[in-house]
């Protein structure tokens, strides 16, 4: 596989992870928790994620490193409370994997 092409299915999937991520916090605004704590938990965690996935995906242009750990922390943040989907985690390893290899490869090359 070529480096370019990592590099757009690391953000396709990253992508679709932070959309997942926001679909499911403001699911989790909507739904009636038994206690306002679970609100608060799913919310943070979700809507974290998907913002340091994203955050991540625009510091690739200034440092793959930076970029690969916001987007690793971002998936595992966001998977941590929809691990019982099964997909979602899949897809976050994925994306952890292309960003730590992602991230080698632009240091090997510069």
Avoid: C, N
């Avoid at 998907?50 to 750990?69: E, I, M, N, P, Y």
Wanted: aromatic residues 8%; proline residues 2%.
């Amino acid at each position: 596989m070529s480096f370019a092409r990592a590099v757009q299915i690391w953000k396709l999937t990253g992508l679709a992870l932070a959309g997942i991520y926001t679909v499911a916090a403001i699911a989790g605004i909507l739904a009636e928790f038994d206690r306002t704590r679970d609100t608060v938990l799913w919310v943070s965690f979700l809507g974290g994620g998907a913002v340091l996935v994203l955050l991540g995906q625009h510091a690739f242009r200034s440092s793959a490193t930076l970029a690969a750990a916001l987007v690793s922390i971002g998936v595992v943040a966001g998977a941590l409370p929809l691990y019982w989907t099964l997909i979602v985690p899949v897809a976050s390893a994925a994306v952890i994997a292309l960003s730590v290899a992602i991230a080698r490869q632009s240091a090997a090359a510069a």
